[in-house]
């Protein structure tokens, strides 16, 4: 059964600071990557990650894949409070179905 | 272009009554996914729908029942309601592609059983 473990389950820092999320995950056949920002409402989409994109960034997130080591960090540089949410990771194996982590609530204060 | 929609938006129900939660798309996705959220327990599978015609339990399905009413619909039944059963639902839908499977969601129903 795939598996997905996030940590730390939640963090506060303050702004301007720069964190890192973590997501290990264990997987019979790997397919794609997910991390999604949640904040008071429906999870919304920032990356998915792949064997054939391994590293994505968009502003001042990015994300990286470690295949041989089975997990994924997503950095957030320079944070502001409108990044305080929870980030989900996700892991998309050969089936139609992706498995979530508990996810990691993120506080950041001014 | 709405993306995923889902009525109704907030619920409280007595023990032991039932309810329909809609959802619909209009991406033209073939995959369609209901979950369920809990404090502290991530988003939970309750079940989907590969394509239009099929329907698939996920890790947490008892005490559910859906129905995929086209390729647009697919709701989720609670026959008798419990307590347990107090949650956010969202659904979900993808154009699910050899596993690359980006999922859109909906705004969420909170549902409180009394």
């Known amino acids: 059964e795939d598996k997905v473990v996030q940590s730390p389950l939640s963090l506060v820092v303050h702004e301007g600071d720069t964190v890192t999320l973590n997501c290990s995950y264990e997987v019979t056949n790997f397919r794609s990557l997910l991390w999604y920002k949640q904040e008071k409402k429906a999870p919304t989409f920032l990356f998915m990650l792949?064997?054939?994109?391994i590293e994505k960034k968009s502003g001042r997130l990015s994300s990286i894949l470690d295949k041989k080591e089975l997990f994924s960090i997503l950095n957030i540089t320079a944070t502001q409070t409108g990044d305080s949410a929870i980030y989900l990771c996700?892991?998309?194996?050969?089936?139609?179905?992706?498995?979530f982590g508990k996810g990691t609530l993120l506080t950041v204060n001014p | 272009n709405a993306g995923v929609t889902q009525t109704p938006k907030f619920q409280v129900l007595k023990t032991g009554q039932s309810m329909t939660l809609q959802c619909a798309q209009d991406m033209n996705h073939n995959s369609m996914y209901w979950y369920r959220q809990d404090p502290g327990m991530g988003l939970r599978l309750i079940y989907y729908s590969a394509s239009e015609g099929t329907t698939d339990k996920g890790e947490v399905p008892n005490g559910y029942n859906v129905s995929r009413l086209n390729k647009r619909e697919f709701s989720l039944r609670l026959e008798s309601a419990a307590p347990s059963q107090t949650s956010v639902y969202f659904c979900a839908s993808s154009e699910w592609a050899s596993g690359y499977n980006e999922q859109f969601f909906g705004p969420g129903t909170r549902l409180t059983v009394l």
């Open positions: 996700a892991l998309g194996g050969s089936n139609y179905k992706l498995t």
């Open positions: 792949t064997s054939s994109g």
